[in-house]
């Protein structure tokens, strides 16, 4: 698609900031109702571009959460801070006195769910005057960078996710320990295609994530840790990145199917409070056949964090 392209519908357009993900959004007011043709056109975009930046969009909670059921359900994130009211809006809401936590790390939103989320749409409510900019990456952009010979050595494999740093929300004592034992319980350990194929487009996708990936099946630890090491470091690469600053009424949609995300921690003790909705998603597929190889044991290894959560806290089961 050129750098500037009118969409089908004539009132929306859409103007590409990045080279390998990302575009601007022009010309629709997100407080009215979108036309059949309009949310067309931006669905194309979304599956086009990756991640869909909407600007000067002074908007309601409510109107946020109506777009996003155009896409699909919202869905209740386990552990993410929220409002009683509103169990399906996260806020993030940090500053001195309620820091940062878990999301300085390349991830996609949720891969421990047998179905992750189709998108995430987060919306800037009060920025730092500088910092707190989040990264992206396109995991499509990701796969197609590996060699030939690399992306059929990863066709069929499947890989071991599970929700690792949320663990460290739950203390030791007895009370907790039983609650930690019903979330495994109700999110135990899944398995997703290494390479997964998006449903729409049928591109595929790297669907590896430092965050929540634990092993690849069938392979020994050290072999499954120099593999995940040198598929993580893929998201890494500033060719396959779009970086965004955020502003007041800014939103951004992003297809968590083929894209991973990096928040910035480096604007504590400033404050920054942005809503987040999340759209569900289906089961990850892979185009290729799996590999049928046995299933090892996986270290359920986390990642040193503080004991500062973020407002981040186990829901009720």
């Given at each position: 698609m050129p750098?500037e392209?009118?969409?089908?519908?004539?009132?929306?357009?859409?103007?590409?900031?990045?080279?390998?993900?990302?575009?601007?959004?022009d010309g629709?007011?997100?407080?009215?109702?979108?036309?059949?043709?309009?949310?067309?056109?931006?669905?194309?975009?979304?599956?086009?571009?990756?991640?869909?930046?909407?600007?000067d969009?002074?908007?309601?909670?409510?109107?946020?959460?109506?777009?996003?059921?155009?896409?699909?359900?919202?869905?209740?994130?386990?552990?993410?801070?929220?409002?009683?009211?509103?169990?399906?809006l996260?806020?993030?809401?940090?500053?001195?006195?309620?820091?940062?936590w878990?999301?300085?790390?390349?991830?996609?939103?949720?891969?421990?769910?047998?179905?992750?989320?189709?998108?995430?749409?987060?919306?800037?409510?009060?920025?730092p005057?500088?910092?707190?900019?989040?990264?992206?990456?396109?995991?499509?952009?990701?796969?197609?960078?590996l060699?030939?010979?690399?992306?059929?050595?990863?066709?069929?494999?499947?890989?071991?996710?599970?929700?690792k740093?949320?663990?460290?929300?739950f203390?030791?004592?007895?009370?907790?320990?039983?609650?930690?034992?019903a979330?495994?319980?109700?999110?135990?350990?899944?398995?997703?295609?290494?390479?997964?194929?998006?449903?729409v487009?049928?591109?595929?996708?790297?669907?590896?994530?430092?965050?929540?990936?634990?092993?690849?099946?069938?392979?020994?630890?050290?072999?499954?840790?120099?593999?995940?090491?040198?598929?993580f470091?893929?998201?890494?690469?500033?060719?396959?990145?779009?970086?965004?600053?955020w502003?007041?009424?800014?939103?951004?949609?992003?297809?968590?199917?083929?894209?991973?995300h990096?928040?910035?921690?480096?604007?504590?003790?400033?404050?920054?409070?942005?809503?987040?909705?999340?759209?569900?998603g289906?089961?990850?597929?892979?185009s290729?056949?799996?590999v049928?190889i046995a299933?090892v044991?996986?270290?359920?290894?986390s990642r040193a964090?503080?004991?500062?959560?973020?407002?981040?806290?186990p829901k009720?089961?």
């Open positions: 750098d392209a009118m969409a089908t519908d004539s009132e929306v357009r859409v103007r590409r900031i990045a080279t390998a993900c990302g575009a601007e959004i629709i007011d997100l407080t009215q109702p979108l036309s059949n043709s309009t949310f067309s056109a931006i669905e194309t975009a979304f599956v086009e571009h990756e991640v869909l930046v909407f600007r969009q002074e908007i309601s909670t409510e109107d946020q959460k109506t777009f996003g059921r155009r896409f699909g359900d919202l869905t209740v994130h386990p552990f993410a801070p929220s409002s009683g009211d509103a169990p399906e996260i806020v993030f809401d940090n500053d001195a006195d309620n820091p940062p878990g999301t300085d790390v390349w991830h996609s939103d949720e891969t421990f769910r047998a179905e992750p989320p189709l998108g995430t749409m987060l919306r800037a409510l009060i920025v005057d500088y910092g707190g900019d989040t990264l992206f990456t396109s995991m499509s952009a990701a796969y197609e960078g060699s030939d010979r690399m992306q059929q050595f990863i066709s069929g494999l499947e890989a071991v996710h599970d929700f740093p949320f663990r460290n929300l203390e030791s004592d007895p009370a907790s320990r039983e609650k930690l034992r979330f495994e319980d109700r999110y135990p350990p899944v398995s997703h295609p290494v390479v997964r194929a998006h449903p487009s049928g591109r595929k996708v790297l669907f590896v994530n430092p965050q929540f990936t634990l092993a690849i099946k069938g392979m020994d630890e050290d072999e499954s840790q120099a593999l995940l090491k040198l598929l470091h893929q998201a890494e690469i500033p060719e396959y990145q779009y970086r965004h600053r502003a007041p009424n800014t939103m951004v949609l992003w297809d968590n199917r083929s894209v991973q990096y928040a910035i921690h480096d604007y504590f003790p400033k404050r920054r409070k942005l809503e987040r909705i999340t759209i569900k289906d089961r990850p597929f892979s290729d056949p799996v049928d299933v044991r996986s270290r359920k290894g964090i503080s004991d500062a959560h973020g407002g981040h806290t009720e089961t």
